[in-house]
């Protein structure tokens, strides 16, 4: 009950593009959904966050969508670009500050 | 602020070892979490302090262990090393009004 699923494993988008990731989570109990990202060599870094009680969060060229009783959210990348290659990693906790159950992960590769 | 700095950053160590990773939180955080990475299980939690009292613990053995000091600094422990316990360790911080957890570069170990 404690898992976190994310797809794609891997996602290739042409600069300009939408890259949009998925994740679904068993645990109702989770209340804070926070996206990151990572690139080699470094540790992840928090992108953006959204608590249950938006739907929607925006915050420059990424967006999460959250459906509270799909039980599932989205990370969605506009206008993709080179420098977005990376990995981004959906989590999720019981607080903001607490122990996070990670996503396994998608690869993105954005080409010019 | 400073972020958060681990030590060292690569470490490679012989079967039957033991080694002690370091974590210094961002200035006025006083929540500590460590993190495995690994190819294979991904990101996954290990425990966290707070106050100088492990506040929560993830599913490793007792080989793993960690303190906390009254500064915030964070040491975590591997006693008896093993081969599969290569992997990025990577220590977070949290506090603040969002609480939000920010990640460090993590201590590449390499067992041999």
């Known amino acids: 009950q404690q898992q976190v699923k994310q797809s794609p494993q891997s996602l290739i988008v042409q600069k300009g593009g939408i890259s949009i990731i998925n994740c679904a989570y068993e645990?109702?109990?989770?209340?804070?959904f926070p996206w990151y990202q990572q690139f080699p060599g470094k540790g992840p870094a928090l992108l953006i966050a959204i608590r249950p009680d938006v739907s929607e969060k925006k915050e420059g060229r990424f967006t999460i969508s959250f459906n509270k009783s799909a039980k599932q959210f989205s990370l969605h990348i506009m206008d993709s670009q080179p420098g977005d290659s990376a990995t981004y990693f959906c989590a999720a906790s019981q607080t903001s500050g607490s122990r996070l159950t990670f996503g396994e992960g998608t690869q993105l590769t954005v080409n010019p | 602020k400073a972020g958060v700095t681990q030590t060292p950053r690569y470490l490679i160590k012989t079967r039957g070892q033991q080694v002690t990773l370091s974590c210094s939180p961002i200035?006025?955080?006083?929540?500590v979490s460590w993190y495995q990475q690994t190819p294979g299980q991904g990101l996954q939690f290990l425990f966290e302090y707070f106050s100088e009292t492990q506040r929560n613990k993830g599913n490793f053995p007792g080989r793993f262990s960690g303190r906390q000091f009254s500064n915030s600094r964070s040491e975590m422990n591997v006693s008896t090393l093993e081969l599969g316990d290569s992997a990025l360790y990577l220590c977070a911080s949290s506090g603040g009004v969002k609480g939000e957890q920010y990640f460090g570069p993590g201590t590449r170990l390499t067992v041999t």
């Open positions: 200035s006025g955080h006083r929540s």
């Open positions: 645990n109702t109990a989770f209340d804070y």
